[in-house]
């Protein structure tokens, strides 16, 4: 931090370039792990994938009801304790429904046991890691949690956004970089985000959000603008080669 100043200072010397994730293994056009494919042109069958991935995991089947999805280690950089301070209001003002995959610091791990077990049917808690598991939830999910303290880059939300999960986030490092919030009045962006560290604000976003998701057409043309993204290695392998190009010229 206390090169803040001199890198502030020299900030027209340096050029960030986000990393990229395999198209290959996360491809929901081909992915062997759905019970269903779809693409950006043919979306229809992620609600095949939401109804599974319900049912595999213990909550009520319902395809109205949005599917909220948690993928993470289960520690302090994650923002989790914005969730443990907010999530059981909203929960009980909406009716969203929220999965949790990942492994961790064992508060966060029992916290979220505890809120499984008080919402039974809305809430489950996969205390465990499962790459199958984490396709399946990343291809059912409506909306995806990602409100962290830090985030240097950050893989997960481009993965959701590849397969068409609409990403809600903390505006900071890589997420800001790479979720662009939706604007009403503009008619712009494909995600949702909120800059202060604070439960409330995560709170107010996420109610946001979902009320977006009662708009279908709304929501189809957020999902299709996420699948429209670009994050392959062959983009982020560009960007390399022209700073090469502009050093060397």
């Known amino acids: 931090e206390k090169l803040e100043n001199i890198l502030a200072y020299r900030a027209a010397d340096y050029q960030g370039i986000i990393n990229g994730i395999d198209y290959a293994e996360y491809n929901p056009g081909k992915d062997p792990f759905l019970p269903a494919r779809y693409t950006m042109v043919r979306p229809e069958n992620k609600a095949i994938c939401k109804a599974d991935v319900q049912e595999r995991l213990g909550l009520a089947v319902s395809k109205d009801a949005p599917l909220v999805t948690l993928i993470s280690r289960l520690v302090d950089q994650k923002g989790l304790d914005l969730i443990a301070e907010c999530m059981d209001d909203v929960l009980r003002d ?76 903390r505006e900071t490092g890589g997420l800001a970089d790479t979720v662009e919030a939706y604007n009403e009045a503009m008619g712009k962006g494909f995600g949702f985000s909120f800059a202060s560290y604070e439960a409330q604000d995560l709170a107010n976003t996420l109610r946001y959000a979902l009320s977006c998701y009662e708009d279908k057409e709304l929501w189809s043309k957020l999902m299709r603008r996420c699948m429209r993204r670009d994050f392959s290695w062959n983009q982020s392998a560009g960007q390399y080669l022209e700073l090469y190009r502009q050093m060397l010229a």
């Open 94 to 169: 909406t009716n969203m429904k929220l999965a949790i995959l990942g492994t961790g610091d064992p508060y966060y791990e029992e916290m979220f046991r505890k809120l499984a077990l008080v919402y039974p049917g809305r809430v489950s808690a996969t205390i465990a890691y499962s790459n199958e598991l984490a396709h399946r939830m990343y291809a059912g999910a409506d909306l995806f949690l990602m409100p962290s303290l830090f985030e240097p880059c950050g893989l997960a939300q481009m993965i959701a956004m590849r397969y068409g999960t609409v990403p809600l986030v």
